[in-house]
């Protein structure tokens, strides 16, 4: 029996990031059977999942759950959110699952509601480790006992199995923790019988929605079609199309290797994919294939705490202060080692050059600064907030009243936008778990249950 189309609709590229309403109507029209989102990332680094808090807005966030709530229930379309709250781990999961709750509430849903959690306890993590069940990913040191204890949240990267089974439970919502990206997207087709490696291939780039798209944008829908053989994407905006460029360009978005994307349990083989532009801003993919690993990896992702910031950010437009940067920087370096008596302290201080090398640091190629003013970032990394703020103050009064070589004006020889002009950051995390951990044989992300009849959870 031949399969029908099977349609996707993503309204946006993160949860939270929000899209055009006319965008999203216009996906509706088109009657999809699933909508699908992808609810979070590690692109804003290791905070939010160290310090168990959303990168996203909540307010944010629940405008964009009730369109997709709303619809979805009420037309019968499954809703599938993935990494919730930013980065999958319990705490994310329960702070979504309230705004969901509410939603449901304020609109007097009936709906059954898959919940995934994605954390995996440190004792099933150090017995992988012990049995020699856990790589590094690439640039990362090996795992050690004592970095799996000093991590707060732990989670693992969830394939599309779980999603299936929760699927498979006349689920209607599916909330999980941490997701591999296209899985979302590809769980509900796959449990269908559509082609796993198209479904897959089909949700790494929907998982981004219109950044895919020319123009891209991450706050804009785009809508995926599989077939039998191939899948169709169309953005659902009259500003933007896909082209078999943009379309090609986000396939090889976050991947080292064009053409063997890895994924839990197996990679997607690109080696006879092809794109032909279909016209109206449509573009067709044939060719992507999955192939199965002997063995089931997830990527596991943990963060711990490494200490306390304090920053302060000054401009310059001295072209003396500018030509002599980096001497400049040393001498305050050592006059701060020199004011507090101790030789290394220093070494808790960095400072960040925007219109110089703020954004490559060592690895710029552009030797020449040309720039008629520098952005200085102050930075003080210490053991507690009261030391970071002790030493990012030295610093930037010792900053601001150097007397370098060539100096003239004596009344100061920095520009603050800010007052106050230090600023407390707070914690400070570092990803201390970013490994593989083959899992089989593990029985891990299980699934529970939630009912709501009328707004109210039963």
């Known amino acids: 029996m031949s399969l029908k189309p099977f349609k996707v609709l993503s309204p946006t590229a993160i949860l939270g990031y929000g899209f055009p309403e006319a ?26 999942l160290g310090a168990g808090k959303a ?22 379309i499954p ?51 012990k049995e020699g069940r856990i790589e590094p990913l690439a640039y990362v040191p090996q795992l050690t006992e004592e970095a799996i204890d000093e991590t707060t949240y732990l989670v693992a990267q969830i394939g599309v199995e779980p999603i299936i089974e929760a699927l498979k439970d006349k689920c209607d919502v599916v909330l999980a923790g941490r997701c591999y990206d296209p899985a979302n997207f590809a769980a509900l087709p796959i449990m269908l019988g559509y082609d796993k490696g198209l479904a897959l291939h089909m949700g790494k780039i929907l998982e981004c929605a219109a950044i895919a798209a020319t123009p891209g944008s991450g706050s804009d829908c785009a809508m995926g079609t599989l077939t039998e053989d191939s899948f169709i994407l169309e953005a659902l905006s009259p500003d933007r199309k ?31 994919c092809s794109f032909k532009d279909l016209g109206e801003g449509r573009v067709e993919v044939k060719g992507s294939k999955e ?46 080692n020199t004011i507090t008596k101790d030789p290394h302290r220093s070494d808790n201080l960095y400072f960040h050059v925007y219109g110089k090398n703020g954004v490559m640091g060592p690895l710029e190629t552009v030797k020449e600064v040309t720039s008629h003013e520098l952005c200085i970032v102050i930075e003080a990394l210490c053991k507690t907030q009261a030391e970071a703020d002790s030493l990012c103050s030295i610093a930037r009064s010792t900053m601001l ?19 106050p002009s230090d600023i407390t950051v707070g914690k400070v995390f570092e990803f201390s778990v970013y490994h593989l951990m083959n899992i089989d044989g593990m ?16």
């Not at 699908?36 to 939010?48: F, L, N």
């Not at 990168?55 to 019968?76: C, I, P, Q, S, W």
């Open 23 to 48: 965008s999203f109507l216009k996906g509706m029209e088109k009657k999809p059977d699933l909508i699908a989102v992808d609810a979070g990332s590690t692109d804003p680094g290791p905070y939010y």
């Open 242 to 272: 896909f082209t078999c460029e943009s379309a090609a360009a986000h396939t090889l978005y976050e991947k080292t290797d064009p053409y063997h994307l890895p994924g839990p349990g197996g990679e997607l083989n690109l080696e006879g």
């Open 291 to 336: 192939i199965p690993t002997p063995k089931y990896w997830v990527k596991l992702e943990g963060a711990r705490c490494i200490g306390y910031r304090t920053v302060s950010i000054a401009g310059t437009r001295d072209p003396i202060m500018i030509k002599g940067i980096d001497k400049i920087i040393e001498e305050v370096k050592e006059r701060v």
């Open 443 to 458: 029985k891990l992300f299980p699934h529970h249950v939630e009912s709501y009849k009328d707004g109210v959870r039963a």
């Open 79 to 129: 809703v599938v959110v993935g990494t919730a709250g930013g980065s999958g781990a319990d705490v994310h999961l329960e702070w979504c699952r309230k705004i969901i709750e509410e939603i449901a509430a304020e609109n007097k849903l009936s709906f059954k509601m898959g919940i995934i959690p994605s954390d995996v306890s440190k004792d099933d993590v150090k017995k992988a480790l």
């Open 401 to 419: 009243h150097y007397g370098y070589a060539g100096r003239i004006s004596t009344a100061g020889n920095l520009a603050f936008p800010f007052s």
């Open 55 to 76: 990168f996203t807005n909540r307010e944010a966030v629940k405008r964009d759950l009730t369109y997709m709530l709303v619809h979805g229930v009420k037309n019968h």
